[in-house]
């Protein structure tokens, strides 16, 4: 310690009492202790008597709240991913994960050891937004594996602070279903101490473009993933020095969906020390010195990507490839079974996750990836395999639990006045014709799209067209050779479906367009509108256009669970039908069934008992539990099939059923009108 006194002795340091500041109770009296003593500009060391000594308060530590280092990604259609960093964190530092999740915006995480969850955003609408974080985390490039139910795009953000962080306060905002510019997410307290980092993290769906944004006023962008505008993620953050109530105002560049997270992370351990961002070396200041390699590494940079092609089945009937490109990659093609599924630009260095559908339980398929530079040169070819496992549980149907299409037939429902007319007109009396549509040709063929897929303006020449149609289409996706020429993609990361009538692909232009084009959700009521309104289709009814549908897995698995779709020659013109929205009825007759009829098997009639092969009591089943709804003018009595065309396999050859079937065994006679509702 250094005092300083009016006069030295040779032998020591006498006489000194301090005048100035007053002395506290810690002051300290030194007698005969080794000491140095300042005069004058000079120093001289001796023993100290009879002088008091007033220690300086040492401050408590400050804590540093240094972003070491950050990443983001995106996956398409992932049940699971592992979120990792460029370099190696240092042990001790925390981890701070924002997820935006495309889905409905109510995916449920599975969270690896170590994680804990912030504060979750769902409302049913895309995005579903996700602030976890990690604290004192082991030295490390990635934190385990997340997984999702259901699958669904991903984008993250993952940033290293060094700090030991410990949760505060949160706040949370969202837009729901509308389209805004701005999002303001607040903290629903003030902060408790005096020195926290606040992080904002900010989702966006929906939106026109991509987001070019950038870090609300105040804060500092630590990373974005904003590719792709299903789901988009920016996460920034600020250290503050007072106590407050702090939020995050986060423009958005094009209007969109959105929700925000805001919360704020306090150190208790009083500042750690903070390793330096990462690429900087920057060393650590004396006295403390600089970690060794054999303990902390010197954070490392990214890794070269991989290669290599991972698959991985997602249930009986998907499969999930992951695939880092390496970098110069432009564009990508899959094939399955020698068959190309999908041709689409994509960047060198980014991880694809592509999941595709339409397969068949417990069976193998091989897959092969090919990618091209920008000068359409193949520079790389991949392959690998998977094997489906067996089906588990009823296999799913669209739309939503209250769609029409999903409701069971209520016990002695009300029979409609004319009902025996219409069925002795309109159905006996073609009943010899009766079949299931599910041929090339007349079936309604369904095809994924996924997140990379191309998205295509579908181009309008009959109705409708002064609405403007976009949707993401794979390679693979092809209409029907029939007349109608129909073509249904489902998008499973936005929910919705694209239904296309006369539908025509162009392959010198690369482009799509149909006679008629519509675009809604998968998950909602089934029809292009809402009960009591009107509006036109991709079929005649105004339905979605794979409403009712039979699908070989539906028999294989002894049950369908949902209405059919059925066309007949004898339709009603003039009327409709709840929940038809439109009609193309031909017979002004009150015997012909008008277009929105819900038609039903007599439940008393006993199938199980008939000499029919399996299939045929499927459906005969389905008819007596949920009935079917009149959707279309045809040439004959007829449910619609799901084709094998889109498939590139014979689904409907395994499990024995024709190519169409016949259905003129079924007891037409018995059926019955349920209680028609003009609409």
């Given at each position: 310690m250094a005092l300083a006194i009016p006069s030295v002795l040779l032998a020591g340091v006498v006489g000194y009492a301090a005048t100035s500041p007053a002395l506290t109770s810690n002051a300290s009296l030194l007698n005969g202790a080794p000491c140095t003593v300042t005069?004058?500009?000079?120093?001289?060391?001796g023993t100290c008597s009879g002088a008091f000594v007033q220690p300086t308060a040492t401050p408590s530590p400050t804590p540093t709240f240094t972003i070491a280092q950050s990443n983001q990604q995106l996956f398409t259609m992932a049940a699971s991913f592992t979120p990792s960093l460029p370099g190696a964190s240092h042990a001790g530092s925390s981890l701070v994960l924002l997820v935006s999740a495309a889905g409905d915006g109510n995916s449920s995480f599975g969270l690896p050891a170590g994680w804990l969850r912030v504060a979750d955003v769902t409302d049913g609408n895309p995005v579903g937004l996700h602030l976890f974080?990690?604290?004192?985390?082991?030295?490390a490039t990635s934190f385990g594996v997340f997984t999702q139910s259901p699958a669904a795009n991903v984008a993250y953000t993952i940033a290293e602070v060094g700090a030991n962080l410990s949760l505060d306060r949160t706040g949370t905002a969202t837009s729901g279903a509308t389209a805004v510019g701005s999002l303001t997410a607040r903290l629903s307290a003030?902060?408790?101490?005096?020195?926290?980092?606040?992080?904002?993290?900010?989702?966006?769906?929906?939106?026109?473009?991509?987001?070019?944004?950038?870090?609300?006023?105040?804060?500092?962008?630590?990373?974005?993933?904003?590719?792709?505008?299903?789901?988009?993620?920016?996460?920034?953050?600020?250290?503050?020095?007072?106590?407050?109530?702090?939020?995050?105002?986060?423009?958005?560049?094009?209007?969109?969906?959105?929700?925000?997270?805001?919360?704020?992370?306090?150190?208790?351990?009083?500042?750690?020390?903070?390793?330096?961002?990462?690429?900087?070396?920057?060393p650590t200041p004396t006295p403390t010195p600089s970690p060794s390699p054999s303990v902390t590494p010197t954070p490392a940079p990214a890794p070269s990507p991989v290669a290599g092609l991972s698959i991985q089945p997602l249930n009986s009937y998907s499969a999930q490839l992951l695939w880092t490109a390496p970098l110069g990659v432009a564009r990508v093609q899959i094939l399955r079974n020698g068959r190309l599924l999908d041709d689409f630009t994509f960047a060198g260095g980014a991880t694809l996750a592509y999941t595709d559908y339409l397969l068949w339980q417990s069976t193998a398929y091989s897959y092969e990836l090919?990618?091209?530079?920008?000068?359409?040169?193949?520079?790389?070819?991949?392959?690998?395999?998977v094997t489906t496992p067996t089906q588990s549980g009823s296999?799913?149907?669209?739309?939503?639990?209250?769609?029409?299409?999903?409701?069971?037939?209520?016990?002695?429902?009300?029979?409609?006045?004319?009902?025996?007319?219409?069925?002795?007109?309109?159905?006996?009396?073609?009943?010899?014709?009766?079949?299931?549509?599910?041929?090339?040709?007349?079936?309604?063929?369904?095809?994924?799209?996924?997140?990379?897929?191309?998205l295509y303006a579908?181009?309008?020449?009959?109705?409708?067209?002064?609405?403007?149609?976009?949707?993401?289409?794979?390679?693979?996706?092809?209409?029907?050779?029939?007349?109608?020429?129909?073509?249904?993609?489902?998008?499973?990361?936005?929910?919705?479906?694209?239904?296309?009538?006369?539908?025509?692909?162009?392959?010198?232009?690369?482009?799509?367009?149909?006679?008629?084009?519509?675009?809604?959700?998968?998950?909602?009521?089934?029809?292009?509108?809402?009960?009591?309104?009107?509006?036109?289709?991709?079929?005649?009814?105004?339905?979605?256009?794979?409403?009712?549908?039979?699908?070989?897995?539906?028999?294989?698995?002894?049950?369908?669970?949902?209405?059919?779709?059925?066309?007949?020659?004898?339709?009603?013109?003039?009327?409709l039908a709840c929940p038809a929205t439109h009609t193309d009825g031909i017979y002004n007759d009150p015997a012909a069934i008008p277009e929105g009829a819900h038609l039903q098997l007599d439940p008393a009639?006993?199938?199980?008992?008939?000499?029919?092969?399996?299939?045929?009591?499927?459906?005969?089943?389905?008819?007596?539990?949920?009935?079917?709804?009149?959707?279309?003018?045809?040439?004959?009595?007829?449910?619609?099939?799901?084709?094998?065309?889109?498939?590139?396999?014979?689904?409907?050859?395994?499990?024995?059923?024709?190519?169409?079937?016949?259905?003129?065994?079924?007891?037409?006679?018995?059926?019955?009108?349920?209680?028609?509702?003009?609409c």
């Open positions: 005069l004058s500009g000079a120093s001289y060391s974080y990690y604290p004192n985390a082991p030295a003030p902060t408790s101490a005096p020195a926290e980092i606040v992080f904002a993290g900010f989702g966006a769906s929906q939106g026109a473009t991509p987001q070019s944004w950038g870090a609300p006023g105040g804060f500092s962008l630590v990373n974005k993933q904003d590719s792709n505008t299903v789901s988009e993620a920016i996460l920034s953050a600020q250290v503050v020095s007072a106590a407050g109530s702090y939020g995050a105002s986060q423009a958005l560049t094009t209007p969109a969906w959105a929700k925000g997270i805001v919360a704020s992370f306090t150190d208790p351990s009083g500042g750690a020390p903070a390793p330096s961002p990462t690429p900087n070396a920057t090919k990618s091209f530079d920008a000068g359409a040169t193949l520079v790389g070819d991949v392959s690998g395999s296999f799913p149907v669209l739309y939503g639990p209250a769609s029409f299409w999903n409701q069971p037939i209520a016990a002695n429902p009300a029979i409609d006045g004319n009902s025996a007319a219409m069925v002795s007109t309109a159905l006996t009396a073609y009943a010899s014709g009766a079949n299931m549509a599910n041929s090339d040709a007349w079936g309604k063929p369904l095809a994924y799209a996924n997140v990379v897929s191309r579908v181009g309008c020449t009959l109705y409708d067209c002064a609405i403007s149609v976009a949707g993401r289409i794979p390679r693979y996706a092809t209409p029907v050779t029939g007349s109608d020429h129909h073509l249904i993609v489902i998008d499973p990361t936005t929910n919705t479906e694209l239904d296309q009538w006369e539908s025509s692909y162009n392959a010198l232009a690369d482009a799509w367009s149909a006679g008629s084009r519509y675009i809604g959700p998968t998950n909602a009521w089934g029809a292009n509108c809402g009960p009591g309104q009107h509006c036109n289709g991709a079929v005649a009814a105004g339905f979605a256009a794979f409403g009712g549908v039979v699908r070989p897995e539906e028999i294989a698995q002894g049950h369908i669970d949902h209405a059919l779709f059925m066309a007949m020659p004898y339709t009603r013109s003039g009327f009639f006993n199938v199980d008992a008939q000499p029919w092969p399996q299939y045929e009591k499927v459906i005969a089943h389905a008819l007596q539990t949920y009935g079917a709804y009149v959707g279309d003018s045809g040439g004959t009595l007829s449910f619609a099939g799901e084709p094998n065309l889109d498939r590139g396999y014979d689904a409907w050859g395994l499990i024995g059923v024709p190519n169409p079937p016949n259905f003129s065994s079924l007891p037409w006679g018995q059926f019955r009108v349920l209680q028609l509702q003009a």
